[in-house]
C-alpha cells in the first residue's frame, strides 16, 4: 500500500518548521537515498510486519530513503533487537518492535541490551488488542464455561502462543495466573503456524492479534471469547472484554513501537518521527490501521521514553507474578 504525500500535505499537517527544515537537512547528508534497513524481530505476516509493511512506502516517501522491511525472529525477538541495538548511529538501521521488548528481561536470564538504555524511542504507534480464541469443537461458548470445563479437566487444555516469551504467550500465562486454571503452554514458531494448529484442533485456544483471526472468526474456524483490552475492539464489538466476561483484574495488550540504536541525532529523530507521523496520520493509513484492529497511539520522541520505562515496570511486574522465565 502506498500512500502519496507531497511537501504541501506536510507543511499543512506539521507545520513548515518541524517537517520541512528537518527533512530537507537530510536530504542535504551524504546518507541521502540510501535505504533504511527496518528490522522486524518477529516473524513475516505477524502484526508489528504487516505494520512495518503498511507504513514503508510512505516512510520511504517522506524520507527520501527507500526501506528494506527484514525479519529476524527467534527468542522472543531477542536476536533481531541486537541487531538494532548494535547497528551504527547513521540512522541506516531501525527497528519496529513489539511490547516483547520490555517482556524479555523478566522471561529471560540473560538479554544482551538495555531494553532502556541502548535503544532510542522514535514513536509508539499503536495498541495491538488481543483476542481469547478457542477450537469450536471445545464445548464451550464463553469466558465462565471456558473456565468451568478447564477446572474440571486439570492440565488437558492447550494454549498455544507465537513462542516461548512472546506477547501471546504472556498474556495466557496472566489468564492462568488470574483464574488458578491448569493448561498447557505450545509455543510455536510465529503465529501463522499457531493459527493453523488452533483450526486443526491440535491445541485449543490462545490468544491471537485480532487483526490476524478476524477473518478466521467471521467464518467460523475459530471461536472468540473475550478481548485482552480494557475496552472492547471496534473490530470485534460484539466480543466482551475479558474483565467483562468475569476476569476482573485481567487487562493486557500488547503495542508496536519504531525505535533505533542509542545515540542517534536528534535533528534525525524528529525527522523520523515527523515521516512516521504523517504515514500514520493519512486517511488512508487510518483506514489500514483500523482494519486491522489496531488502535493509535500518538507518543512522540519526548514522551516514548517514559512510555517505555513505565511499560518495562509493569511487565517486569506482571512477569514476575506469571512465573514465567526462560533460560
Not at 126 to 134: F, I, M, Q, W, Y
Not at 200 to 218: C, D, N, R, T
Amino acid at each position: 500500500m502506498d500512500f502519496p504525500l507531497t511537501r504541501r500535505a506536510l507543511v499543512r499537517a506539521f507545520g513548515a518548521t518541524l517537517v520541512v527544515a528537518p527533512l530537507g537537512a537530510m536530504a542535504q547528508t551524504p546518507l541521502a537515498e540510501k535505504p533504511i534497513r527496518m528490522i522486524v524481530p518477529l516473524a513475516a505476516g505477524s502484526t508489528v510486519d504487516a505494520v512495518a509493511r503498511a507504513l514503508g512506502p510512505s516512510f520511504s516517501r517522506t524520507t527520501g530513503h527507500p526501506v528494506i522491511v527484514e525479519n529476524i525472529v527467534g527468542a522472543g525477538g531477542i536476536p533481531g533487537t541486537t541487531q538494532i541495538v548494535k547497528a551504527q548511529k547513521d540512522g541506516l538501521t531501525l527497528g519496529m518492535i513489539s511490547s516483547n521488548h520490555v517482556i524479555n528481561p523478566g522471561i529471560y536470564k540473560t538479554v544482551p541490551y538495555d531494553s532502556l538504555k541502548d535503544i532510542t524511542p522514535i514513536a509508539v504507534l499503536a495498541t495491538v488488542p488481543l483476542v481469547l480464541v478457542v477450537n469450536p469443537k471445545l464445548p464451550v461458548t464463553n469466558v465462565s464455561e471456558l473456565l468451568a470445563y478447564a477446572k474440571a479437566h486439570p492440565g488437558a487444555l492447550n494454549y498455544g502462543s507465537a513462542g516461548n516469551g512472546s506477547t501471546l504467550h504472556l498474556a495466557g500465562e496472566l489468564l492462568v495466573s488470574e483464574t488458578k486454571i491448569e493448561m498447557k503452554h505450545v509455543p510455536y514458531r510465529g503465529t501463522g503456524p499457531l493459527i493453523t494448529d488452533l483450526i486443526g484442533g491440535q491445541v485449543q485456544l490462545g490468544f491471537v492479534s485480532v487483526s490476524q483471526v478476524a477473518p478466521q472468526i467471521k467464518a467460523g474456524a475459530l471461536r472468540a471469547l473475550a478481548v485482552s483490552t480494557p475496552t472492547r475492539s471496534a473490530a470485534l464489538p460484539n466480543v466482551p472484554t475479558l474483565a467483562e466476561a468475569g476476569v476482573p483484574k485481567y487487562s493486557f495488550d500488547a503495542w508496536i513501537a519504531l525505535i533505533g540504536p542509542a545515540g542517534l541525532p536528534k535533528p534525525m529523530v524528529d525527522s523520523y518521527a515527523a515521516a512516521i507521523k504523517t504515514a500514520m496520520a493519512s486517511p488512508e493509513a487510518q483506514t489500514a490501521i483500523a482494519g486491522q484492529g489496531l488502535m493509535v497511539l500518538d507518543k512522540g520522541p519526548e514522551a516514548a521514553p517514559a512510555f517505555f520505562q513505565s511499560e518495562l515496570t509493569k511487565h517486569q511486574k506482571l512477569v514476575k507474578q506469571s512465573g514465567a522465565t526462560l533460560d
